[in-house]
C-alpha cells in the first residue's frame, strides 16, 4: 500500500484555506489570555491548534516509544525536521501536561496576534543575525530550561532535504544542552517530507495525504553526556536520530 496519496489543487486549496481559518481561531480565543500571560492556558490553546493543523492534513501518525517521554523535569528534545507539519507531530505526541516551548527565531515574535501569543506564552526568541546576541540567547534560554521549562529544538535550524535526509546539525542546540545540563531526549521525525515537498514551481504549495512515524528515544541524562564535547554530543544525538531501522534514507551520509 502507498505511503503516500497526491494531493490535487483543490485538497490543497482546503487545507490552505483551513489553516489561515484555524490560526485565527484560536488566536483570537487566545487573546484574553495573552493579557494576562497566562502561559499554561495559552500552552493548551497551541496545543488545541497544532493537533487540528495535522488533523486537516487528513494523515495518520504512529508513535513508537511514547512511553519514554521524560516527564521529571525539564527536557530538551532534539529531532530532525522535515516540514511544518513536524509542529502538528510535537503537539499530538506531547501531553498537554508536558509544558513544553518553542525556541523560535526573534523576528516572529514581531508578528501580531501570532508573536504577542509566543512572547505571553513563555516561548523563546533566538537571535539569528548577530552572533553575539545569537550566544546570549542560548545562555538566556539555557537558564529558563534550568528553571522548569521544557523546549523542542530541531538541530539542523531549517527543513532537510526534499528527501527527507538530515543536515548538517548546527552547534547552538548543543552549546544550550551542555549550559542547561538537564535530560536530553532525541526523537525521529519520518514522513512529514511527504505530506509538503518542496514544489517551487507552484504557486500554492501542494499537500498530500500521508503516513508519519515517530520514534521517541531513550532519554540521555546530564550524567551521560558531561564529559563530551559539543561535536561529540551533536555525533551522538545524530545517531540516535538516524538509529530507526524503520526509517529508511535519513541518514545524509
Do not use: C
Amino acid at each position: 500500500m502507498a505511503r503516500v496519496k497526491k494531493g490535487g489543487l483543490f485538497f490543497s486549496l482546503f487545507v490552505w484555506i483551513g489553516v489561515v481559518l484555524v490560526t485565527l481561531f484560536y488566536g483570537l480565543l487566545v487573546m484574553p489570555f495573552v493579557l494576562f500571560r497566562a502561559s499554561h492556558i495559552i500552552h493548551w490553546y497551541a496545543t488545541m491548534w497544532g493537533r487540528t493543523l495535522l488533523k486537516l492534513s487528513f494523515s495518520r501518525v504512529t508513535v513508537m516509544g511514547k512511553e519514554k517521554i521524560y516527564r521529571e523535569g525539564p527536557v530538551i528534545f532534539l529531532s530532525n525536521h522535515q516540514s511544518m507539519f513536524d509542529i502538528g507531530v510535537f503537539y499530538h505526541i506531547l501531553d498537554v501536561a508536558v509544558q513544553f516551548r518553542w525556541m523560535a527565531k526573534a523576528s516572529l515574535f514581531k508578528i501580531p496576534i501570532v508573536g504577542w501569543a509566543m512572547k505571553a506564552g513563555g516561548y523563546i526568541p533566538v537571535e539569528r543575525d548577530d552572533r553575539r546576541k545569537a550566544l546570549q540567547s542560548m545562555f538566556n534560554a539555557a537558564d529558563q530550561i534550568r528553571q522548569g521549562k521544557s523546549v523542542i529544538i530541531f538541530p539542523e535550524g531549517t527543513r532537510g532535504t526534499p528527501e527527507g535526509k538530515l543536515l548538517k546539525f548546527k552547534k547552538g542546540g548543543f552549546i544550550l544542552a551542555k549550559k542547561a545540563n538537564v535530560t536530553l531526549q532525541p526523537v525521529t521525525i519520518w514522513g512529514a517530507h511527504e505530506i509538503m515537498p518542496p514544489q517551487r514551481d507552484k504557486r500554492l504549495q501542494r499537500l498530500n495525504r500521508g503516513h508519519i512515524q515517530v520514534t521517541v528515544h531513550d532519554p540521555i541524562s546530564p550524567e551521560e553526556y558531561q564529559d563530551l564535547s559539543v561535536d561529540q554530543l551533536s555525533d551522538l544525538i545524530r545517531a540516535k536520530i538516524e538509529e530507526s531501522t524503520a526509517l529508511e534514507g535519513i541518514s545524509g551520509g
